[in-house]
């Protein structure tokens, strides 16, 4: 038996990756073709590479269909429901930080708080007839966060890219999104509310409670937290 | 498994029937429009929201209220007594061992001249219909907390925004903690408040809440700046409300002393005085009958006046078996312009059976 690592298939995030278990003596390389999403570890025996996207990752962590998973936090909070139970964290890896906000026109200028969007999503419903529109793709986190800090009268409308320009092109009034460095949401002419962080996300390796972990899984596992510590 | 116990089902409806209720029925798949207009997002939550091509967003009925407030609305029979029974879904994102669908039958009354007795008649039918099961009763008053909130010597928006969040606690006592002064004007709102022109500051109109909707709030914002604070003293009213946790008669005389430095209770509490009357002429022990200043502020229905809950008094561990309410405010919403007092109450007959020991 062997322990499945699911690592994002592409990109920075992928690059990011293999640094980090590089830098701890693991060996993680796509096999064969650059197309070919299979790959290996080594430095450890027992382990085996499994490359997907990092949007599917937490799916498959709480199916159990793999034991360890790199992804971001966010994804998790947002995809995987009492995560707590059903993932651990194993190490927070230290890159792809981004926040997870709520951001709302600059020229609105009577809006800083949490408390200024419930009262101005209260009178826009009375103005307008409809609850002002929040754009996101982070629907579950989104409501919770609202929820938890008495926001009301706003609705979600999905928003699966350029979440930043709903604004403008007048599908939202607010949006809720991720971002690092904040550039985009100020070309766009947005501002993050003082008090609108729902996440602060990185890269982060989970392991799965769901999965079966055999004996010899656990000898593995421990083998490779000695490595990764 | 789900329990469906038709005994119950079946001997509840007839019940009701006998007592002039009226068998209606209610589509599973309900336009999620109307309920997330309701309840606003967090119903996403707690409902199970599919789609339909042609007509969009449809939800799982997570109660039956709406669609018989609504029929009902179309009819305007006066007064009218229904009753109904059937599945109800509840999506659980936090909790797996919560049931995701169960039975509810219920029972509704629409108008009357009495709403006192209409309380009185809707509780103690419930209760009936539960005879033979040990009960622990609670009760409440939306209907008190309302007036007292209408009845603060403030401004007219801050008693309206108490007013939108009497349902949310967290979020009313936020407000009442900065509209008592209790809690510091964030920094940036001073700073705001503090220019001459800061709509010099708003460029660059986006979207469609417009650059007057951002004026007209921060004129809102200067009156109540100017305002002064809700009293020390009529906060802590508004806490011993919250805070009551007595018997009816008890709180009834708490109330009344209250009342004496907040009259705008006055007509609530002689509301209250009126039902326990009417539940005692219809033989319910009001001496023991619990009361709490803050029941049913987080359940799922908009309730605004009366509210009660039946819990097995030896399974603390189980839901109440039946929960209702006064809900007038809702007609309102859903009338188009009408309303029409309105108070109901439905009862689980699965959690019914299993306290029976008959699951």
Redesign the interface.
């Known amino acids: 038996m062997t322990i499945k690592l699911g690592v994002p298939s592409k990109g920075r995030l992928m690059e990011k990756t293999f640094d980090w278990f590089a830098a701890r003596g693991l060996t993680l390389r796509k096999s064969g073709q650059d197309r070919e999403y299979s790959g290996v570890v080594e430095g450890i025996d027992g382990v085996e590479l499994v490359l997907l996207s990092a949007g599917e990752i937490p799916r498959e962590l709480a199916a159990g269909r793999l034991h360890l998973g790199v992804t971001g936090s966010d994804l998790v909070r947002e995809k995987v429901?009492?995560w707590e139970q059903r993932l651990g964290e194993v190490a927070l890896m230290g890159f792809g930080g981004a926040d997870l906000i709520i951001a709302v026109?600059?020229?609105?200028?009577?809006?800083?708080?949490l408390?200024?969007l419930?009262?101005?999503a209260?009178?826009?419903r009375s103005?307008?007839g409809f609850?002002?529109r929040i754009a996101t793709k982070y629907?579950?986190l989104v409501?919770?966060f609202?929820?938890?800090?008495?926001?009301?009268?706003?609705?979600?409308v999905d928003s699966q890219g350029a979440t930043e320009g709903s604004?403008?092109n007048?599908t939202?009034?607010a949006i809720a999104d991720i971002t690092s460095t904040g550039e985009t949401l100020r070309a766009n002419?947005l501002k993050i509310l003082?008090d609108g962080l729902i996440h602060a996300s990185q890269a982060t390796l989970f392991k799965s409670r769901m999965a079966e972990w055999s004996d010899d899984d656990r000898a593995v596992m421990a083998r490779l937290e000695a490595m990764i510590d | 498994m789900t329990v469906k116990p038709t005994l119950e089902t079946n001997r509840l409806l007839t019940l009701f029937q006998e007592h002039g209720a009226q068998v209606v029925h209610a589509d599973i798949l309900q336009p999620a429009e109307t309920l997330?207009?309701l309840y606003?997002?967090?119903i996403?939550?707690r409902a199970y929201v599919t789609s339909d091509p042609l007509r969009g967003e449809m939800m799982l009925r997570p109660d039956f209220t709406v669609p018989v407030v609504q029929m009902h609305m179309d009819s305007g029979a006066d007064p009218a007594r229904y009753t109904y029974a059937g599945e109800v879904f509840r999506r659980q994102?936090?909790d797996?061992s919560r049931p995701i669908e169960y039975s509810q039958v219920g029972y509704e009354l629409f108008g009357g001249h009495d709403p006192a007795e209409a309380d009185a008649e809707v509780f103690t039918l419930i209760s009936e219909a539960l005879e033979g099961t040990p009960l622990r009763a609670a009760t409440g008053d939306i209907g008190i907390l309302m007036a007292a909130v209408r009845g603060l010597r403030t401004t007219d928006d801050r008693k309206s925004?108490l007013l939108?969040?009497i349902w949310?606690p967290?979020?009313?006592r936020?407000l009442l903690d900065?509209f008592g002064g209790k809690t510091p004007v964030?920094a940036?709102?001073a700073a705001?408040l503090a220019m001459d022109d800061?709509?010099a500051?708003?460029?660059?109109?986006?979207?469609?809440?417009s650059?007057a909707?951002?004026s007209?709030?921060?004129d809102?914002?200067r009156a109540d700046a100017k305002a002064p604070p809700v009293s020390a003293e009529e906060l802590d009213l508004l806490d011993t409300i919250l805070g009551l946790r007595e018997t009816a008669p008890m709180v009834l005389s708490i109330l009344r002393d209250i009342a004496l430095d907040l009259p705008a209770i006055d007509s609530a509490v002689s509301q209250m005085a009126r039902r326990l009357d009417a539940l005692s002429r219809h033989g319910v022990d009001v001496d023991s009958l619990e009361f709490e200043g803050s029941f049913g502020r987080t359940s799922l229905e908009y309730y605004d006046g009366f509210v009660f809950g039946l819990y097995a008094a030896d399974r603390p561990d189980l839901p109440p078996v039946a929960t209702g309410g006064r809900y007038d405010a809702l007609t309102a919403v859903l009338g188009r312009g009408r309303s029409v007092p309105a108070v109901g109450g439905v009862i689980r007959p699965g959690l019914l059976a299993e306290i029976r020991g008959q699951a």
């Open positions: 429901a009492i026109p600059q020229f609105w200028v009577d809006v800083d708080t408390d200024d419930d009262a101005a209260a009178a826009f103005r307008h609850r002002l629907h579950r409501r919770d609202l929820r938890d800090n008495g926001v009301a009268d706003y609705q979600l604004v403008k007048e939202a009034e002419g003082s | 997330l207009d606003g997002e967090d996403r939550a994102e936090h797996p925004a939108r969040h949310r967290r979020r009313f936020a900065r964030p940036t709102r705001l800061p709509m500051k708003a460029v660059g109109e986006a979207g469609l809440r650059r909707e951002v007209v709030r921060i809102a914002l």
